[in-house]
């Protein structure tokens, strides 16, 4: 055991696989997702969107339109707010209709109430829009270029984002390496593909607005919402239905919330906006594509000197929250190998396409696939075994990164050691036969941000719990957001840890931001750590109250009372003892309400770099993966047969949850590490905007999978936790491009890994 | 002024008629009652009920209807647990269905569930039930003889109730007495006729039930339907439903709720049940018919001596709250009237008919009839003017019952007066011409009662108030049930009184049982008391909380910083203020969650007689009510033409809902007075169970109404409160029957004051 882990001790709650508090409702169906609610009176909303990708609207006759029977309201630009918005801090550029032009193919131009789907469909055909078409830009690499059109007139030469860091001295330390590498690699425009669409109810009454949503964070729905219409915060509610998947896209608001709420005040009624998958791609707030050089050097025994590393980064039309996916692309690079010389430069850039935001992972996939492509690539160079080029520079415990990530604990080395054992590494690697290789990718992430998403004072987390009067329930008032990964369950299970009760004790009212408490929401792997923390303090606030009451009902001292689900103890006095819902009903007698209430905000990380922070998380995982595929060299089909993924992610609170984490997050990359990419024609109409034809994994593509942890306990997380929802979509892309270089010999640096690239690449190979 | 007032502040929230919080919701229709909610999957309960009003049930055959396609589940006492229930304490007589014998018509045999209403109707008519019709009791004089049909086993001679409570020595004073009267009063069988039947929708879901109902209280509901369904009190969930009108009717849990958990947890899938209105009419619950004699003696002066009274009551089938209605019959007498030797013997009996319970008033309304009629009599005995024999006997503030009701604040001496002044008594009294009257009468009543409906300790209220982290808006938890009444309104006002912010920046979440705190809820008048101290309580944390840290922030003494309607500011110091938002939000980001908690348990309340409880709320409101009426000699048609009401009700918090809740109760004791009763046959069986033939108040019937107050300030309720709600009821009844003998000369001693027994009443005056 490691010393890391010498301060768990044993848990009653955590560490259990109970089952998550909403399987039942979701494997029966009965969980209602926005879609699923109706609520009288309601109208459908649909939005008329760009045909083109880059446009002038010369004019709009909504008269046909607001004819047609059935039709309540049509909107444009002209009747609703023109006020800008975003979800990057300050960088506001989007309108809720597209004013005077349009930037991509799905920009927002108009929309209808109507009392059936139908008829609002119909109605949308009804408008009439006239444009004059503009030269889009479409290649990014081309698209900060003197001769390119403009998109946004704040934004010269389309950059969107421009960042520079530089930690040491990355020249000095290349020009004094052994050995110096610069490759350049690049991904595509992935998108999250959510089973549940975008979709909003919103209901303007007296002055109010309250919109039912599948949103991974009330807060910032409810910050910006309040913002583009003028209201205060305590006049906008939101609230969470059940979400059917987010993975960062549900993270802003989107059209569906801006204008069911722009056509509900129009009109009265309630008004429901439903995305289709069209919609639902286009307005992507994906995966950005990313162009990336890594110049990379090592000493002779393979210990990385330094790196630099450059990005062009295709944001698409609007900044969505590409501020920070340029600086994760950089800043993660050197979270989980040792060096201090590092400089990143990076741009992101607009084009005439759907706009890019946060994905699982946020910017740092990409860049992880690179580096991971690259260290192999170094290591044969150097004749060394990848594995042992990974543990010679593998980060240690209680560590900083040059630009001031602070890490606690790290049990990377220990996970890339399990990796290469239960992968049988030694026996494989190079002795497969021909079509078969094995490869190890390795990723980390953070728990959290350190910063909210915009300026504000606001504790990240809040929690509060109320005993029932008999004591037989608590009831968890939360404001995170359980999008499908369970996290209200984790929750729920670190709430009856601290309170010292049963899981099953445990109700939840949650994400809505009239009855619960703030929350930031669910992006950046920070609910288990930041919420927990506030849950956690909650629940030990209780367990403080009802503790010194059962002292003095046990005639004990209080620090000799404890509490182990449900039954209140004297320590060393095994006759002494109550049952927690006998103290917790005394306590309501006597004292009224049993709550308690607890908060979380990061502690200060890291400092300042040009203004902009540095030092990012309170607490980071690691991680080791090794796959093994198979390819047919004849068609350059891959088929990964079998992963071993071995996650440092602290203290598990459910490792079934957790497990599942591990395969969905592996999954996720798969699919854009082998399929998944959205594709344009030369205007920029999406030519793959459908389930049909933009490829995820299913279930006869996925391999075996072995999902293994190491000991780990994270002192700045709540029972020592850390992230595992994003984590592990890193290691996979690498491990998979590696697994194939192993087996085949040919290198792809570009995602996905298609069939089509390793034949060329296979081609290639022969002819030289 | 008078002394009580003194302690009256100027309140900033309270004391303004602020629109209800729900009044936009019930004006536009948006509003949804349990009847309008449809969840998915959702079945249709229909209960069968006994046509016959007492007989042995022989066979049910359900084979037919369980062969009708729709049927999902059809349900007989075999199905269901045979543990009794009832609300009263301890005197549980019901079961979900009859087991052996069916004991009033309407009584329940069975139930289906189907997928649409009409299914489940047609397969009621198919479920054959073989009786043996046996002799019923229908004559509640009669019940207690030794040759009638008994039809509980436990309940020997048919008595429901036998209540003898002795003080001071009646039969001395009355035998010293100068003047003594005895006299037989009787009313009828009226009923509650909420605009909205009852209605619920169960789910069982996981082992958890779950219901939507039209409830006065959740958390009776919980506590018994658990204790049936022998289920853990938090695996039942209770929710609140918009409700249509409660009036008593909806205290104890009914066949909506018992039997839909049933056919829920048969079926797995949710089932609604809404009661028809015969149904409605047959479940009853509402007011006993009481046979009431009176004997009162008094002074040659007209101070009463002493009183003996007699009560037998028609308590229909079951106990139901009839133990309470029967102590309320006699128990209240003494409130209003200072005398110190009072005995009164009362039996409840069964009848086969529809089980009478709690209804607006309680038992006190008929004896109220009753006892204000006699004063009458008395006072034209002696030659006594009927305010003047009143005002001699009237309670005095700060003084005690002989049951030991301890009264604080009274004013019933000016409500007297005013009722005089405003009415024109003197101008009026004797002096209309022969078809006009003038009448008075007097009622008190209690606020909230001291004991719950079960044996527990728990508090009868708590409260959470969590502020935003934003510090605009701050969320009341309250379990207290807004019935239609306003108690959310009056509730939110206090809520906001204090914490020191605006009515409008309160918002709710109520009556339910997992999310909100317990609150015995709507009934007894107690909560605007009983909730308001709670909510007092936690509003008063907060706003502790909120003046500590402004007073940190404006470097002042806590002790000289206050706040009102958002503004925090210190004393003398016109320049430090500082919003309330900025400190809530400040709170948030230094210590958390900003939440209040309150709890209300009363205190002590008199003593003990024979081991129940004597002294029964913690305060007492009085009114004084004077009616004209005009009679019709011809038809003995009466028109109440004008009413003017004085309560005494200690602060108001919100005068447009008190001066409506006064009408509303006007309204309904004038329906009992002059119209409502229940008519059966021979056989037991309803005659007028609708509203075609049962006949209510509509707006031609109502008089012109002026509802005023006295000052008055109850040291024992927050802000100085005590009850409204019921205590208009009771001296309409009084005051009709006393202006009707004022206009022509005729005593009424029956309820309801029809035209035909006017009409023989003038008949028999004429003959004399």
Redo the contacts between chains.
Sequence with gaps: MSEATTQNKEYSVIGRSFPKVDA??KATG?A?YTG?IKV??MLYGKILRSPHAHARILKIDTSMAEALPGVKAVITAKDVPSTMYGISPARYDETIFAIEKVLYVGDKVAAVAAVDDETATKALSLIDVEYEVLPPVLDPLRAMDDDQPQLHPQYPRNISVEIHQNFGDVDKALAEAYHVRTDTFSGTRTSHVPMEPHAAISKW??GKLTISCSTQSPHYFQYHIARVFGL???DVRVMKTFVGGGFGGKLEASGAEYVSAALAMKTGRPVKIVFDRWEVFTHHRGRHPQHITLTTGVTKEGKIVGCHARFIIDGGAYTSLGIASAYYAGAMIPLIYMFDDYRFDGFRVHTNLPSCGAQRGHGAPQPRFAFESQLDMIAKDLGMDPIEIRRLNARKPNTMTPNEFQVNSCAFTEALDKARNISGWDEKKGKLSSDKGIGIGCGGFISGNGYAIYRT???HS???I?V???G??A?L?TGAVDIGQGSDTVLAQMAAEAIGINYE?I?L?TAD???T??DFGAYASRQTLMSGW?VK?AGEEIRKQVLELAAEMLEANVEDVDIDRRVIYVKGSPDKVLPFERVA?EF??M???L?G???Y?PPKLGGKFKGAPVGTSPAYSFAAQVSQVEVDEETGQVMVTDVWDVHDCGQVINPMLLHAQVEGALFMGMGEAMYEAMVFDANGKPLNANLGEYRIPTALDVPHVVSDLVDSYEPAGPFGVKEVGEGATLPTMGSYANAIYDAIGVRIYDMPLTPEKVWRAIQERKRM
């Design positions: 039942r409702d009965r209602r699923d009288p009176n009454e007296d205060k915060m305590g004072r606001l504790p809040g929690a509060v109320k029932s009067e008999q037989d329930i009831t008032y004790d109700k009212v931001t009239e009855t408490p703030h506030a303090q009903n309501f007698i004292r009224g309400p709550v209430r607890g908060k905000a």
